[in-house]
């Protein structure tokens, strides 16, 4: 299977980590920065950004449904991120923007993977079917003890979805399967301890997207 994009001119940056581990507001503060330079930018989330991804995050996520064994989670995330790589994401690359996403592949490995048991390595490999081999030029591992995670989550008062509320061993088991991901491909990505302060992550974040290729 082949990792390469010849077609593609942009950039594409993913941020992963455990719930409440900043992802959201890191990317947020990137793309804002990034804009500032006149970079065009696209903001996105796993798994959606389509319609049907749309139907399938929320089939998966709410509570309510029933049901659902791991391997038909992981399916369900994987042709979501399928079709959002088809219909957003490689598009926009070729473009030439920069597409900042909130979660991608590794998600599904250390959820699904690890987590869930299923093997990461049958995940991954799914999952780059999926996707025809698109994967982040950098990925940022915002790495966070999952009860730090879910204070913040909590202290939000936001609802917890059907995988959030799994308990603290399973979120630890994602916590180590993101680091070794990340160790397998140092070139590949930025780990930081998510407990910085939001600011010095935001400069840390900056710097090495800086170093990228424009
Ligand atoms: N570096 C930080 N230090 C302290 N609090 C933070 C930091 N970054 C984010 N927060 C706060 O933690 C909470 C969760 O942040 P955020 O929504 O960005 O995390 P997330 O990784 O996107 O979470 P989720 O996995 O639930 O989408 C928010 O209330 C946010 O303001
Ligand atoms: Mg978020």
């Known amino acids: ?25 890191q ?26 991804g749309e139907k399938l995050r929320s089939l998966v996520l709410e509570h309510g449904q029933g049901d659902i064994d791991a391997r038909t989670e992981a399916l369900l995330f994987a042709a979501s991120r399928a079709a959002h790589v088809q219909q957003v994401i490689a598009p926009a690359l070729a ?19 690890a987590g869930r048991s299923l093997g990461t390595d049958v995940v991954r490999r799914l999952n780059e079917w999926g996707t ?52 397998r491909e140092p070139a590949r990505y930025l780990v930081l301890d998510a407990a910085l302060p939001q600011q010095d992550l935001a400069r840390r974040i900056a710097a090495r997207v800086a170093e990228l290729p424009a």
């Open 1 to 25: 299977m082949s990792t390469s994009r010849p077609s593609a001119r942009g950039l594409f940056i993913a941020f992963e980590g455990g719930d409440g581990a900043g992802k959201s507001t």
């Open 27 to 52: 990317a947020g503060l990137l793309a804002a920065a990034l804009q500032a330079q006149d970079r065009v930018v696209l903001r996105t989330r796993e798994p959606g950004g389509t319609p049907i």
């Open 95 to 113: 473009r030439g923007e920069v597409v900042i996403c909130d979660r991608f592949i590794d998600s599904s490995v250390a959820y699904q993977g």
């Open 132 to 183: 025809d081999g698109l994967l982040p030029d950098l990925t940022i591992l915002l790495d966070v003890d999952p009860r730090t995670g879910r204070t913040r989550r909590t202290s939000g008062q936001a609802a917890e979805d059907r995988l959030e509320s799994e308990p603290d061993e399973f979120h630890r088991s994602i916590r180590q399967a993101f680091l070794e991901l990340a160790g």
